[in-house]
């Protein structure tokens, strides 16, 4: 969901930094609040929901919770065609959803706080539902923000260091959650989480609102056309190659949604406290992750965008096996570490790959919009099949489910090799930093 930059060097971070505090501040902090509520809809409450003793079956289900952030594709192009109630009036448009959105995530987390999933599901569902909308839309209007409030020359960097925020904040949602609940229990988890969201209210307070030459507000002839013309105009513009290409956005990253619903499961079987998995896969899987980051963007450059994309969908994949080899070899936390580092330098590689991706196949009219498309199609079906995750192990066993999921990659993997020959058959260059409309020129 987000762009990675990384900033060249410390220098350069802090003479823009110095050149603009306001803006790259509330960047970072509200790149923090968007990397909140996901997990805590996701993997962390799987842990709650794992203590609480509801079946596996029903966790697996339960991940279809964060559905919305697979959908909000749907309501994205009305964040930026209508002012939000009451507060577009004192902060603008983007900023005033910003806020609402972010109170909706603070009420949805204190009511997640204080359910009860042993006794009563039902409260849990419905809050965690709310989350999971309310969460989904702050992504929406800080990408927004981000994207309409900085010149083209500083965009980048921007996005760079929201980055840099939303990482902590899935180190604080993961991480901090699980401290916080091996020692004080969920409800003090959730509670302190809705208090660090007020940290990203202050920032949207604070930002600057974009200025009207980089967000223009154009009326559309209906709901039905502001929906649907993004979609119309991707599939116009990507040619013979759309479908091709959009399915493989769709099932890049299937094979990890599905592992990572079992994933804390499995290391609770394994009899693993909050604070060995919170240490091992939020705390050394941050370094680890960073890594893979890293590493992302050097191969992109240096190999092209296609051959990233086929080694990203093969490596992500086949990085399930050492999920397989652990569930398979029992209690060890060396073997623990091991397994979790080769799984999340291996995601985090193919995330940012298909990130950059992604962020060239919009165009500049339409960007919020078809990224919000994008990144919903890239979610949406590893998500569903992960609702089913729970029955399949209870048929199977770990071992042979992680082995599976790391087998769904192998059609994936030869679909991106098929639409990088093609691609180079047809001329065409889906580099990152061609831009979308030379590409539709090239095909």
Known sequence: MHDIAAPSDKTAFLTHLKS????????????????????????????????????????????????????????????????????????????????????????????????????????????????????????????????TVAPKEKLAFLTSVAEMGYRVGTLAAGAGALYIANFYGWRAAYLCMAGIMLFGLTAALVAPEPPSDFEPHRERPDFLFTVTEPIKELWRRLGPMALAILVLVAGFRMPGYVSGAMAMPLFKSLRFSEADIATVTKVFGFWIALGGTLLAGIVVKKLGMMRSLLIGTIAGSASHLSLAWLAAHGHDFTDFALAVGVDGFAYAFAQVVLIIYMSSLVSTEFATSQYALLTSLCALPGSVLAGASGFIIKHTGFPAFFVATSLMGVPVAILAWWVWREQERRGADMLAETSPERAAETD
Request: glycine share 8%; aromatic share 16%; net charge neutral.
């Open 20 to 147: 603009d505090p306001r803006r790259i501040g509330a960047a970072i902090v509200l790149g923090f609040s968007t990397g909140l509520p996901f997990l805590l809809v996701y993997s962390t409450q799987s842990a709650w929901l794992y203590d609480a003793k509801v079946p596996i079956e029903t966790i697996g289900l339960l991940s279809e919770m964060t559905l919305a952030y697979k959908f909000k594709w749907v309501w994205a192009p009305f964040l930026d065609e209508y002012d939000a109630p009451f507060f577009a009036k004192l902060l603008g448009r983007r900023r005033g959803w910003i806020v609402v959105s972010q109170i909706a995530t603070i009420l949805a987390l204190i009511g997640v706080a204080y359910g009860d999933p042993a006794n009563w599901l039902a409260w849990t569902v419905l809050f965690s539902f709310a989350l999971g909308i309310a969460g989904a839309t702050q992504d929406i209007t800080v990408d927004g923000w981000r994207i």
